[in-house]
C-alpha cells in the first residue's frame, strides 16, 4: 500500500482503538484528496454479512422500542460526550480523507456534537396530540412509537455529521441504525462507530447488541440496505440520480424513506443589498469546501444596477484566494475529492463557454502531486440560465446573470429542477417578505442575507422537488423516524359510533 499519511492515519485510527490490519490490506482502496495517493485497503461487507447486520438490527429494535426514551437519550447524551473528547482527532480524520480545512473538519464534529445535545433534549418531547371527539365519553389522542431499522446511506462531502443528524434522531426515537458510509471515506465512518462503542459500553447492558453497525462497500452493499424489508426507513444522501435509484426500490416493498438529493442553489443580489455583506456571503457559499456541498451556491443573480460594482469584486476575490492543501497551509479551498470531480468541472466549463460564457478561474493548480486535483474556483458570467446552468456540478462554478425585474428573478430562481438552499441580499422588507413568501422561493432553505451554504441542527434540513422532500436533524424532523397511532379510548357506558351510524344488534 502506497501512502502519503501512512503513519499519521494510523496512529489516528490507534487513537480509536481500531488496529491497522483492519484497514490495511482490502481490496477496497480509500485515497486522500489531499495527495490523490491510497490510504487504506478495506474488506467490503459481504451480501450475507449484510443481511446478518440487518437480522441483529431488527432483533436490537425489539428491545430497544421498549426502553423508556429518556433512557434511550442517556445513550445519545453519552455520545456527545465521546464525541466532544474525540473532536480534535477525528475532526483530523474528516480532513484527512475528505480534503477539508482543519476548521471545517472540527465545525463538522462540532455539528455531531450539537445534534447529540438537540437529540437529548429531544428524548423527552417526543410528543402526541390530544383531538377533540365527536363522541361523549371518549378521548382521543396520537401516539407515536419507534419505527424499526434505520439504514443509512451517506456521502463523501459530509462524512460523518449527516450519519449523526439520522443516528442521534433514531436512537432516541427507538430505532437500531445501520450505516453504509460513502466508499471514499470509510475511515471515519469506522472511528464514528468507535466512538459509538465507548458510549455504548459506559452505557451498560441496557443497549442490544447490532444497536449500530457500519456496512463498507459501493453500490451492491447500499442496494442490499435499501430492498432489504427488515430497514423500516432507508435514509439516504447523494445525487438525484441516485435518489432515482432509492426511491422506487424502497417504494415498492412500502418502505419509507428521507431523500437528501442534489441542490442547484442560488443566490439574489437586489438594488438594495448591502453589498460588502453580499460579497462575503457569496464567497464563501460558493467557494467553501471546494464548493462540494450540497448547499453549496452555484447560480447568482444579480440585478442589473449594482452588477458592474459586485462582480468585479467578486472576479477579484475569486482570483486571490488561496488554494492548497488545508492540513499543511492556510488556503481557504482544499481538493475537490478525486479525477471524476475534476473532469466534470471541465466538461461544464467548456459547455459554458459554448453557451456563451465567460469564464474567470478553473484551471488546475500546481499543488501536490499528480494524483491530487485542486482547481482555481470558476466564476462564469453567463448571458442567460441556459446550458450547464440547469444542472449541478459538484465543483467550485458559479454561473452569474444579471436580472432587472423582479418577479422574473424569481421565476428563474424556482426553473431548476432541484430545490435545496437559496438566499436573496436586499434591505427591502417588501421583497424579503415576498421571496420568502409562498410565491418566492420554492425551495426547504430560504435566506435572508446570508449565503446559502450551511445550516443550524435547530432547523430542519432539507429541500423540495428533485432534492427529495426529506428532512433531517431538527425541528419536527423526528417524527420521519417514528410511526403514528391514533388512538381512541371510550370511558362511558353506550357505544356511540362515529359519523352517527346506527347498527343494533339483538
Known amino acids: 500500500m502506497t501512502a502519503a499519511l501512512p503513519a499519521s492515519t494510523r496512529d489516528l485510527m490507534a487513537k480509536f482503538g481500531i488496529e491497522a490490519s483492519v484497514f490495511t490490506g482490502g481490496p477496497m482502496a480509500s485515497f486522500s484528496p489531499l495527495t490523490g495517493e491510497q490510504i487504506a485497503g478495506l474488506t467490503p461487507t459481504s451480501a450475507a454479512e449484510t443481511d446478518a447486520a440487518i437480522a441483529r438490527a431488527h432483533a436490537a429494535f425489539l428491545t430497544w422500542r421498549n426502553l423508556p426514551a429518556p433512557r434511550r437519550g442517556e445513550l445519545v447524551r453519552l455520545l456527545g460526550e465521546e464525541l466532544r473528547a474525540a473532536k480534535e482527532d477525528l475532526g483530523r480524520l474528516v480532513s484527512i480523507e475528505a480534503g477539508k480545512s482543519a476548521s471545517e473538519g472540527l465545525g463538522e464534529v462540532q455539528e455531531m456534537i450539537d445534534i447529540c445535545d438537540f437529540a437529548v433534549g429531544l428524548s423527552r418531547q417526543l410528543y402526541g396530540l390530544t383531538i377533540a371527539t365527536e363522541r361523549p365519553g371518549h378521548r382521543m389522542m396520537e401516539t407515536w412509537h419507534p419505527l424499526g431499522v434505520v439504514g443509512i ?213 500546481p499543488v501536490g502531486p499528480d494524483t491530487a486535483y485542486y482547481v482555481k474556483p470558476a466564476l462564469v458570467e453567463m448571458p442567460s440560465q441556459t446550458g450547464p446552468v440547469l444542472h449541478e456540478t459538484f465543483a467550485p462554478i458559479l454561473y452569474v446573470m444579471k436580472y432587472s425585474d423582479f418577479d422574473q428573478v424569481i421565476e428563474l430562481h424556482n426553473a431548476v429542477g432541484a430545490g435545496l438552499s437559496s438566499s436573496i441580499f436586499t434591505l427591502d422588507m417588501r421583497e424579503m417578505e415576498t421571496f420568502l413568501s409562498a410565491s418566492g422561493s420554492d425551495c426547504g432553505i430560504a435566506n435572508v442575507n446570508i449565503g446559502t451554504s450551511g445550516a443550524e441542527i435547530g432547523g430542519a434540513f432539507g429541500g423540495e422537488k428533485e432534492t427529495g422532500g426529506g428532512r433531517e436533524s431538527g425541528s419536527d424532523a423526528w417524527r420521519a423516524y417514528m410511526r403514528r397511532a391514533t388512538n381512541t379510548v371510550n370511558y362511558s357506558r353506550a357505544l356511540p359510533l362515529a359519523q352517527g351510524v346506527v347498527f343494533d344488534i339483538d
Not at 426507513?233 to 440520480?241: E, F, H, N, Q, W
Request: hydrophobic share 45%; proline share 5%; charged share 20%.
Open 153 to 365: 446511506i451517506s456521502a463523501f462531502n459530509f462524512p460523518v455529521a449527516v450519519w449523526s443528524w439520522n443516528a442521534a434522531l433514531a436512537l432516541v426515537c427507538g430505532n437500531p441504525v445501520v450505516w453504509k458510509p460513502s466508499e471514499k471515506t470509510p475511515l471515519t465512518a469506522l472511528a464514528s462507530q468507535a466512538i459509538l462503542d465507548r458510549a455504548l459500553k459506559r452505557f451498560g447492558a441496557d443497549a442490544p447488541e447490532g444497536l449500530s453497525q457500519v456496512l463498507i462497500g459501493g453500490a451492491d452493499v447500499g442496494n442490499a440496505l435499501v430492498v432489504n424489508p427488515k430497514v423500516a426507513l432507508v435514509s439516504a444522501t447523494g445525487s438525484t440520480r441516485m435518489g432515482r435509484i432509492v426511491g422506487p426500490k424502497v417504494a415498492e416493498r412500502f418502505g419509507r424513506t428521507i431523500l437528501e438529493l442534489g441542490g442547484n442553489n442560488a443566490g439574489i443580489v437586489t438594488p438594495s443589498a448591502d453589498l460588502d455583506m453580499a460579497l462575503r456571503a457569496i464567497a464563501f457559499g460558493a467557494m467553501g469546501t471546494a464548493g462540494q456541498r450540497c448547499t453549496t451556491m452555484r447560480r447568482l443573480f444579480v440585478h442589473e444596477s449594482v452588477y458592474d460594482t459586485l462582480v468585479p469584486r467578486l472576479i477579484k476575490a475569486y482570483a486571490s484566494v488561496s488554494v492548497g492543501n488545508v492540513l499543511e497551509t492556510q488556503a481557504l479551498v482544499g481538493p475537490l475529492i478525486d479525477k471524476d470531480a475534476f473532469d466534470g468541472m471541465q466538461k461544464a466549463l467548456e459547455a459554458a463557454k459554448a453557451a456563451g460564457g465567460t469564464v474567470h478561474g478553473g484551471e488546475r493548480q
